[in-house]
T-cell receptor
Framework: QKEVEQDPGPLSVPEGAIVSLNCTYS??????FMWYRQYSRKGPELLMY????GNKEDGRFTAQVDKSSKYISLFIRDSQPSDSATYLC?????????????FGAGTILRVKS | DADVTQTPRNRITKTGKRIMLECSQT?????MYWYRQDPGLGLRLIYY???????NKGEISDGYSVSRQAQAKFSLSLESAIPNQTALYFC???????????FGEGSWLTVV
């Protein structure tokens, strides 16, 4: 069993839809959770960073962590064609041990205009 | 210009050949990493370096070697390339006290 599971998609939605991207994990020691966005033929870039449980909002993006269920989500409101990318979840503890960062396989998102 | 630059961006090589992927960064970070990305497997760490004299194996180091020539330069070598090393390779950096990894744009390697 992988430490982090992520549905690879592709997930195809119409412009303006609310998108929900999810990851589950097995290691209860993870405390820091990240979402990276990767455009085609580009490197991943950090989108959201959260600590422990709860929600964090940044514009159209909301990251949610449920440590009791070992489940994290990224919500995108009013999705745009420019949101089309691969979204990777990642997690770690403690945060400075970035060489131990564990990534999900990524979910491909396509937003149709 | 990109803060983390990888060369070459694309390379096709033959089985058994030696190939080097180079990475340079202008972010002033101490820590550098090499990852490979395969469909369905995500990003997997090959090697990482905390500074010029501190190099460590990652999850999948077999068949690879690295050299940290300077704080800003970290190269990855495949001594004898094989087809299952066909993948997208990323160099990345982070500050020693940071909590974020910064990736380069990737190097597509095809071994035929």
């Amino acid at each position: 069993q992988k430490e982090v599971e992520q549905d690879p998609g592709p997930l195809s939605v119409p412009e303006g839809a609310i998108v929900s991207l999810n990851c589950t994990y097995s290691n209860s020691a993870f405390q820091y959770f990240m979402w990276y966005r990767q455009y085609s033929r580009k490197g991943p870039e950090l989108l959201m960073y959260t600590y422990s449980s709860g929600n964090k909002e940044d514009g159209r993006f909301t990251a949610q962590v449920d440590k009791s269920s070992k489940y994290i989500s990224l919500f995108i409101r009013d999705s745009q064609p420019s949101d089309s990318a691969t979204y990777l979840c990642a997690m770690i503890s403690p945060p400075q041990n970035l060489h131990k960062l564990v990534f999900g396989a990524g979910t491909i998102l396509r937003v149709k205009s | 210009d990109a803060d983390v630059t990888q060369t070459p961006r694309n390379r096709i090589t033959k089985t058994g050949k030696r190939i080097m992927l180079e990475c340079s960064q202008t972010k002033g970070h101490d820590r550098m990493y090499w990852y490979r990305q395969d469909p369905g497997l995500g990003l997997r760490l090959i090697y990482y370096s905390f500074d010029v004299k501190d190099i460590n194996k990652g999850e999948i180091s077999d068949g690879y070697s690295v050299s940290r020539q300077a704080q800003a330069k970290f190269s990855l070598s495949l001594e004898s390339a094989i087809p299952n090393q066909t993948a997208l390779y990323f160099c990345a950096t982070s500050a020693s006290t940071g909590n974020t990894i910064y990736f380069g744009e990737g190097s597509w390697l095809t071994v035929v």
